[in-house]
């Protein structure tokens, strides 16, 4: 079965710092792959998507994301975080042969502290 | 934001009633999915709509059901409401019905005293 897992459940940086995110993947072939950011009382909003091709994508508000098969990870990175970057953050997976629904990890939060 | 509408916001009732979520996909959007998203359980995939037939079902519960209108909007009915299905409901779209790109609406966060 198709599964996501985010093992840091909160995470805290300073602003300016660098960041990753992590996200692994169960699933049989090559998944399509999102990151959403959560902020609080708000939507899901989409930062940045995988699903073919260079395995590096950027995504918006200056975040990118590296897939690599032998790890079956997705990782969200960010060189310096700003304090409007706090917010929750969902990794989600669509897996093209099994339906057309998505599975999201559980979130990691992020705190950004000055 | 996303182009999708949601409403209403915020809806307070009591157990063992009947509500009705409405979701308004984005213009051109043919697909229109559902998701529960609560403390415990995390963002769970309820169900999805594509061109007014359903597509594919997630953990929906009996008590739940959904259709999609000509005019494309969706509409969740959650009866018999029990305490545990107090949650942000989120309704997403996208073009077409296969993988690909989901747009989230701002979510209608139930409450059931």
């Known amino acids: 079965a198709q599964s996501v897992t985010q093992p840091d459940i909160h995470i805290t940086v300073s602003e300016g710092a660098s960041l990753e995110l992590r996200c692994n993947y169960s699933?049989?072939?090559?998944?399509?792959l999102f990151w959403y950011v959560q902020s609080p009382g708000q939507g899901l909003q989409l930062l940045l998507k995988y699903f073919s091709g260079d395995t590096l994508v950027q995504g918006i508000k200056g975040f990118e994301a590296e897939f690599k098969r032998s790890q079956s990870s997705f990782n969200l990175r960010k060189p310096s975080v700003h304090w409007s970057d706090a917010a929750e953050y969902f990794c989600a997976v669509g897996a093209p042969d099994t339906g057309n629904q998505f599975y999201f990890g559980t979130g990691t939060s992020l705190t950004v502290i000055p | 934001d996303s182009g999708v509408t949601q409403t209403p916001k915020h809806l307070i009732t009591a157990t063992g009633q009947r509500v009705t979520l409405r979701c308004s996909p984005r213009?051109?959007?043919?697909?229109v999915y559902w998701y529960q998203q609560s403390l415990d359980q995390g963002l769970q995939f309820l169900i999805q709509y594509y061109n007014g037939e359903e597509r594919a079902k997630g953990n929906i519960l009996e008590r739940f059901s959904a259709q999609q209108f000509p005019d494309l909007h969706s509409e969740l009915n959650l009866s018999s409401l029990e305490l545990g299905d107090s949650a942000l409901y989120f309704c997403a779209s996208s073009v077409g019905g296969r993988l690909e790109t989901q747009y989230f609406g701002p979510g209608t966060r139930l409450l059931v005293l």
């Open positions: 699933y049989g072939a090559t998944p399509y």
């Open positions: 213009s051109g959007d043919l697909s």
